[in-house]
C-alpha cells in the first residue's frame, strides 16, 4: 500500500517560519496530511487556506458534461462550461442541423427536428491558447442523461423568494463562474403561488384566475419575462409544485389542475419542476404502490405532451421504494427525508441521509437518478425555522466529504444555500471540474459502498473509460488511515495510477491498492486508471 507523498512538503515545510508551525499541524491533522517528526506539517502552501481546488489557468478549459439530452422540436438550449480569461471564442463542428453556437457567448440553441447522436467537437480560443473537446447530443426521448447541476432556492429564501432573488441567482451563477463548471438550473423551490388564506398583501389572493391558471405570488410579477432572463444567460428554469391541494409550506397546489398547470409552466418557459408530496396524502386514497405512483404519472404524461423538455424531479421522500419505479415517471426522485431537517448525530445530516441514499445505487442511470437533497454549504438557512442563513458549521474537511460523496453517488449537484455570499472556500468546494467529472461521467453509475464500518466508509464508482472514482470516508473522531485493494475497487490485477482528485495531483503508481491517512469525517477521493493510459 502507499502513501501519498506530495512533490512540494519537503520545500513547503522548510519555508515555513517556526511560529505558524503549530496551526499549520492542526491543519495537516485536519486535511489527514502527514506531519514530519520535527512538528513542521508537510502542507502544500496553497493548502493553508483549506483550498485545495487549484485555481483554473487562463488558458481555455471546457468542461461539465460530456452528454446532453433533448427531444425532438424541443428548444435546445446549452452553455458551454468553459474556464480561462475573456473574451473567449467558441466554435463546435458537427452540430446538427437545427443548431447554432453563438461563438462569443458560446451558447447553442435551436431545435432538431429529427432523432439522432451528433457528437460535436466543441472548441474554445484566447489570447493564452485553445482546448477541444467533444459534446455527445442525443436528440431522443431521455433527458437529464447526466445528473442535474444548478441551484434551488429553499434553504436560504424559504417564503421570501422572489422575481429579483431568481434573476440575481442567475446572475451569480455566471459572475462567480459556477456556469463554467456546468452548473445551469435555478430553481424556485415553494412558495411562489399564492399562499391558501393568507392575508398578507404579497402573499394572499385568488389562487387561479378565471381561466383555472395558477397564479404567482405579488413576488412574482411576470414568469415569462423572468424565465427568458434566465435563458439569455444560458441557464435553465425550475419551478416547484405539489399534487396536493397545497404545498408543504401552505401554497396552492396542484390538485385538479394537472393539465393545466403543466401546460402553464411549459408556457412561462420552465425547464425543470419539482413535484413535492404534501398533502397529497390526503387525496391519495390508500397507500399501495399504485397509490403512490399515480400522481406522479400524471404530471409525467402532461409535462411529455409539452412542447418544451421539462426535467421531472419527484420529492416524496423515498416512500414505497420510490427508486424501484421512479426513473418509469421522472428523471430524480428524492430517497430520504429533507437533509436540512435530518437530526445529526455522531456525525452529520449529509452522511446518514448519504449512506441510506447509498443504498440505491443500482437504480441510478441515465435519464433517472437518486436524489439525497441539496448541497448545504457556504450561507445557510435554519429549515426547522425557515429562518436567515449563517454560516455552515460543517468543518471544511465534512464539506469535501459531503461533496466526493454526492459526487461518487451521481447524485444532482443542486446547491441551495446563498448565492449572494458564495466565498472562495464554498466556489472550491462546488467547482473542481475534476470532482464533477466523476458525477457527470456519461456511465452513470452511482458509486457502491465496498466496505463501511463506524469508522470508514469505502465507496467505488465505475467510470466510462474504465477507470474508477474512489471515496475513502474517515467517519472516526481522529485521524486514521483507510485503505482499498484494486479488487475491492473491481479492478483485475495489474499496475494502476492513482490521481487525487480535488488536488489535481498525479500520486503513485501501485500494483495492491492504496491507503490514505485521513482527518476526522474527511476524505480522500482518488480516481484510479490502468498505468500508462492518459
Ligand atoms: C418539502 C421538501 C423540501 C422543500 C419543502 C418546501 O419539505 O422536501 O425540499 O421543497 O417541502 O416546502
Not at 416547484?240 to 402553464?264: I, M, N, Q, V, W
Amino acid at each position: 500500500m502507499n502513501m501519498t507523498p506530495s512533490p512540494t512538503q519537503g520545500a513547503a515545510s522548510r519555508r515555513r517560519r517556526p511560529s505558524t508551525w503549530c496551526w499549520v499541524s492542526l491543519l495537516a491533522a485536519l486535511l489527514g496530511l502527514p506531519v514530519s517528526n520535527s512538528g513542521a506539517a508537510e502542507v502544500d502552501p496553497a493548502e493553508d487556506s483549506g483550498i485545495l481546488t487549484p485555481p483554473a489557468p487562463a488558458t481555455p478549459r471546457l468542461q461539465g458534461p460530456r452528454v446532453t439530452g433533448v427531444r425532438k422540436g424541443s428548444p435546445f438550449l446549452h452553455r458551454v462550461p468553459a474556464t480561462g480569461e475573456r473574451p473567449m471564442t467558441f466554435s463546435a463542428v458537427g452540430l446538427p442541423a437545427g443548431l447554432g453556437l453563438d461563438p462569443k457567448t458560446g451558447i447553442i440553441t435551436g431545435r432538431v427536428d429529427q432523432e439522432g447522436t451528433s457528437v460535436v467537437t466543441l472548441t474554445a480560443v484566447n489570447a493564452q491558447g485553445r482546448d477541444s473537446r467533444t459534446l455527445r447530443i442525443v436528440v431522443g426521448t431521455t433527458l437529464a442523461l447526466t445528473p442535474p447541476m444548478g441551484w434551488n432556492s429553499w434553504y436560504i429564501h424559504y417564503d421570501r423568494v422572489s422575481d429579483r432573488i431568481m434573476r440575481e441567482a442567475a446572475d451569480q451563477m455566471v459572475a462567480t463562474g459556477m456556469a463554467d463548471y456546468g452548473y445551469e438550473y435555478v430553481n424556485i423551490d415553494d412558495c411562489w403561488m399564492v399562499k391558501v388564506d393568507s392575508k398578507d398583501p404579497e402573499l394572499g389572493g385568488e389562487v387561479r384566475d378565471a381561466d383555472g391558471r395558477l397564479r404567482p405570488n405579488r413576488r412574482f410579477p411576470d414568469m415569462r419575462a423572468m424565465t427568458e432572463y434566465i435563458h439569455a444567460r444560458g441557464l435553465k428554469a425550475g419551478l416547484y409544485t405539489s399534487p396536493g391541494p397545497k404545498t408543504c409550506a401552505g401554497f396552492a397546489g396542484s390538485y385538479g389542475h394537472e393539465a393545466l398547470d403543466a401546460r402553464t409552466f411549459a408556457d412561462w418557459g420552465f425547464d425543470f419542476l419539482k413535484y413535492d408530496w404534501c398533502s397529497y396524502t390526503e387525496k391519495a386514497g390508500g397507500k399501495e404502490l399504485e397509490h403512490m405512483v399515480k400522481p406522479y404519472r400524471l404530471i409525467w404524461s402532461e409535462l411529455q405532451k409539452q412542447s418544451r423538455d421539462i426535467v421531472h424531479n419527484l420529492c416524496q421522500y423515498g416512500m414505497a421504494d420510490v427508486w424501484t419505479w421512479g426513473g418509469t415517471v421522472g428523471n430524480c426522485w428524492r430517497t430520504t427525508g429533507d437533509l436540512g431537517l435530518e437530526n445529526a448525530g455522531r456525525l452529520p445530516a449529509f452522511y446518514s441521509i448519504g449512506l441510506s441514499n447509498a443504498r440505491h445505487a443500482e437504480h441510478a442511470k441515465p435519464g433517472g437518478w437518486n436524489d439525497p437533497d441539496y448541497i448545504l454549504i457556504g450561507w445557510v438557512g435554519n429549515a426547522h425555522k425557515m429562518g436567515e442563513g449563517t454560516r455552515t458549521t460543517l468543518t471544511p474537511l465534512e464539506q469535501y466529504s459531503y461533496m466526493s460523496m454526492w459526487s461518487l453517488m451521481a447524485a444532482p449537484l443542486i446547491f441551495s444555500g446563498d448565492m449572494a455570499r458564495l466565498d472562495a472556500f464554498t466556489l472550491n468546494i462546488l467547482c473542481n471540474h475534476e470532482v464533477i467529472d466523476l458525477n457527470q461521467d456519461p456511465l452513470g453509475r452511482q458509486a457502491r459502498i465496498v466496505r463501511k464500518s463506524e469508522q470508514e466508509l469505502v465507496m467505488v464508482k465505475e467510470l466510462e473509460d474504465g477507470s474508477r472514482g474512489i471515496g475513502l470516508f474517515n467517519l472516526g473522531e481522529a485521524p486514521a488511515s483507510v485503505k482499498v485493494s484494486w479488487a475491492e475497487a473491481g479492478l483485475s490485477g495489474g499496475r494502476y495510477a492513482i490521481r487525487d482528485v480535488w488536488r489535481q495531483k498525479d500520486l503513485v503508481e501501485s500494483e495492491s491498492g492504496f491507503e490514505s491517512r485521513i482527518g476526522r469525517h474527511g476524505v480522500r477521493l482518488v480516481r484510479v486508471r490502468a498505468a500508462g493510459r492518459p
